[in-house]
């Protein structure tokens, strides 16, 4: 991470003048971390105006993309429409739509009133496609190609038009209206003969996604083929854009990040946590905290139901939460590794059979060594007993045997049911284990135990 002091100094002393030097010589992803950070306290939005307004404008229109949702905002609403206009102008096309959706509506038409009517067209297309769809993602600024062209009208093409075009290494080739044929490399471009026809040197077997696919699919795809650059068709497979890596790597963080917050028990927000309000925050939790108080009411049912075993045991009570805690943790281990392996496609619903047995397996031994350690631990240091430490022990082997399994599968009916199976993990595991664990020890007590 940048050490942003003396950037920080020279905007306190108000030299302006070094301070852009400065700015000069960084690049554009350092810039617009040091403008977020400028972003997090209210006090400092006029100083992030003044540090973008420093930059030259194509320097500007390299860090705005790069900006948080709320800097941007920030910045849109401190700067003019002329400027909006000339930050606007130096965009590639894709990061024009992200940078419009945030504008009001009379901001965009008024810049879009200044752009010709083929770009004025692409703009709205894109508007059109939904937000976590495969075509809000992709670009229109790539090269294509004609299978009966020479390699080296390519490369003149290329020569001629890549300099507007935000991806030169890969070239599609096209037939007929736009239907998608093939693809070569900048690579092979130059290291072949001028005079061979690219449809000579072209791969045929395209991998593609069709614009209505899911974002998250489409970073699936980047990540099994380790692709730098993805062709998004229409359903007649027409070429309608390419999407690029750093796109798909923008959509696995966000995907992650959301899976985090859900399996945290809190709803994903679009603001970072610093730049999110408190009542915010609060509102994004207290829906699960009141989902899981609710489903904590069921625990402390079981507990009244078996009262009267507590009144002759009294020190079964000092038990339960070892016994939770070890059920609950196991079943956060399984969850968290199928919520992962479902996630990169290892696992699916056909396996399901094999991953309840491999947990059944991994539950055995576990709760094996767990159970004696907790046998011996109860009959030695606390002095209950053989009996009550054969309790111990059946609970804890039958409670991590049952979290494992269940955290193991309950993600894979939920994605097979058309949920997130990351609502499925961590904290509404636990308080299901919770509840069964304290059955299994209530009936086990009942039947080895005196009573």
Same mark, same amino acid.
């Given at each position: 991470? *940048?050490?942003?002091?003396? !950037? /920080?100094?020279?905007?306190?002393? @108000?030299?302006?003048?070094?301070?852009?030097?400065?700015?000069?010589?960084? /690049?554009?992803?350092?810039?617009?971390?040091?403008?977020?950070?400028?972003? /997090? *306290?209210?006090?400092?939005?006029?100083?992030?105006?003044?540090?973008?307004?420093?930059?030259?404008?194509?320097?500007?229109?390299?860090?705005?993309?790069? $900006?948080?949702?709320?800097?941007?905002?920030?910045?849109?609403?401190?700067?003019?429409?002329?400027?909006?206009?000339?930050?606007?102008?130096?965009?590639?096309?894709?990061?024009?739509?992200?940078?419009?959706?945030?504008?009001?509506?009379? +901001?965009?038409?008024?810049?879009?009133?200044?752009?010709?009517?083929?770009?004025?067209?692409?703009?709205?297309?894109?508007?059109?496609?939904?937000?976590?769809?495969?075509?809000?993602?992709?670009?229109?600024?790539?090269?294509? !190609?004609?299978?009966?062209?020479?390699?080296?009208?390519?490369?003149?093409?290329?020569?001629?038009?890549?300099?507007?075009?935000?991806?030169?290494?890969?070239?599609?080739?096209?037939?007929?209206?736009?239907?998608?044929?093939?693809?070569?490399?900048?690579?092979?471009?130059?290291?072949?003969?001028?005079? #061979?026809?690219? @449809?000579?040197?072209?791969?045929?077997?395209?991998?593609?996604?069709?614009?209505? #696919?899911?974002?998250?699919?489409?970073?699936?795809?980047?990540?099994?083929?380790?692709?730098?650059? !993805?062709?998004?068709?229409?359903?007649?497979?027409?070429? $309608?854009?390419?999407?690029?890596?750093?796109?798909?790597?923008?959509?696995?963080?966000?995907?992650?990040?959301?899976?985090?917050?859900?399996?945290?028990?809190?709803?994903?927000?679009?603001?970072? /946590?610093?730049?999110?309000?408190?009542?915010?925050?609060?509102?994004?939790?207290?829906?699960?905290?009141?989902?899981?108080?609710?489903?904590?009411?069921?625990?402390?049912?079981?507990?009244?139901?078996?009262?009267?075993?507590?009144?002759?045991?009294?020190? !079964?009570?000092?038990?339960?939460?070892?016994?939770? +805690?070890?059920?609950?943790?196991?079943?956060?281990?399984?969850?968290?590794?199928?919520?992962?392996?479902?996630?990169?496609?290892?696992?699916?619903? @056909? *396996? &399901?059979?094999?991953?309840?047995?491999?947990?059944?397996?991994?539950?055995?031994?576990?709760?094996?060594?767990?159970?004696?350690? +907790?046998?011996?631990?109860?009959?030695?240091?606390?002095?209950?007993?053989?009996?009550?430490?054969?309790?111990?022990?059946?609970?804890?082997?039958?409670?991590?045997?049952?979290?494992?399994?269940?955290?193991?599968?309950?993600?894979?009916?939920?994605?097979?049911?058309?949920?997130?199976?990351?609502? &499925?993990?961590?904290?509404?595991?636990?308080?299901?284990?919770?509840?069964?664990?304290?059955?299994?020890?209530?009936?086990?007590?009942?039947?080895?135990?005196?009573?």
């Amino acid at each position: 991470m *940048e050490n942003f002091d003396l !950037l /920080y100094s020279l905007l306190e002393s @108000k030299d302006y003048r070094n301070l852009q030097k400065e700015l000069k010589d960084m /690049y554009a992803a350092d810039i617009a971390e040091f403008i977020n950070e400028l972003n /997090y *306290e209210e006090n400092f939005k006029p100083d992030a105006v003044i540090v973008f307004r420093l930059l030259e404008k194509d320097e500007a229109a390299e860090v705005f993309p790069s $900006l948080t949702s709320h800097s941007r905002a920030n910045l849109i609403g401190f700067i003019g429409n002329d400027e909006l206009k000339e930050i606007f102008e130096e965009l590639k096309l894709d990061d024009k739509v992200d940078f419009l959706e945030e504008l009001p509506a009379n +901001a965009v038409k008024n810049i879009l009133r200044h752009s010709d009517n083929k770009e004025r067209e692409l703009i709205n297309r894109f508007l059109n496609y939904k937000e976590e769809s495969a075509g809000s993602l992709m670009t229109v600024e790539f090269i294509t !190609l004609r299978g009966d062209s020479t390699v080296g009208d390519a490369l003149l093409k290329i020569r001629e038009t890549g300099i507007d075009k935000e991806i030169i290494y890969t070239c599609y080739v096209i037939g007929p209206n736009r239907k998608l044929i093939g693809v070569v490399s900048l690579r092979d471009l130059v290291t072949t003969p001028k005079d #061979m026809l690219i @449809k000579d040197i072209m791969v045929e077997d395209v991998v593609f996604v069709h614009s209505d #696919m899911d974002r998250e699919v489409v970073a699936d795809v980047f990540d099994r083929y380790e692709f730098m650059a !993805l062709p998004v068709v229409d359903s007649e497979e027409r070429l $309608l854009g390419v999407i690029t890596v750093d796109d798909a790597l923008d959509v696995i963080e966000k995907e992650t990040t959301e899976d985090f917050h859900i399996m945290a028990g809190v709803n994903p927000s679009e603001s970072s /946590y610093l730049q999110s309000s408190v009542f915010s925050l609060a509102k994004d939790r207290l829906i699960w905290l009141v989902v899981l108080l609710i489903a904590g009411m069921f625990v402390g049912g079981v507990i009244d139901n078996y009262q009267w075993i507590l009144a002759q045991y009294l020190i !079964l009570n000092s038990f339960i939460p070892m016994l939770t +805690a070890a059920g609950g943790n196991a079943g956060i281990q399984a969850t968290t590794l199928a919520v992962r392996n479902l996630s990169i496609g290892e696992i699916s619903f @056909k *396996e &399901m059979g094999q991953v309840a047995l491999k947990e059944f397996k991994v539950g055995l031994i576990v709760g094996i060594i767990m159970g004696l350690t +907790a046998m011996l631990k109860v009959i030695i240091i606390d002095g209950a007993g053989l009996l009550i430490g054969t309790v111990i022990f059946f609970t804890m082997l039958g409670g991590i045997l049952l979290a494992k399994v269940v955290g193991g599968i309950i993600p894979i009916l939920a994605d097979k049911v058309g949920l997130d199976p990351a609502v &499925m993990a961590s904290s509404i595991i636990t308080t299901l284990v919770d509840g069964v664990t304290l059955m299994i020890y209530f009936n086990i007590a009942r039947l080895i135990l005196p009573l």
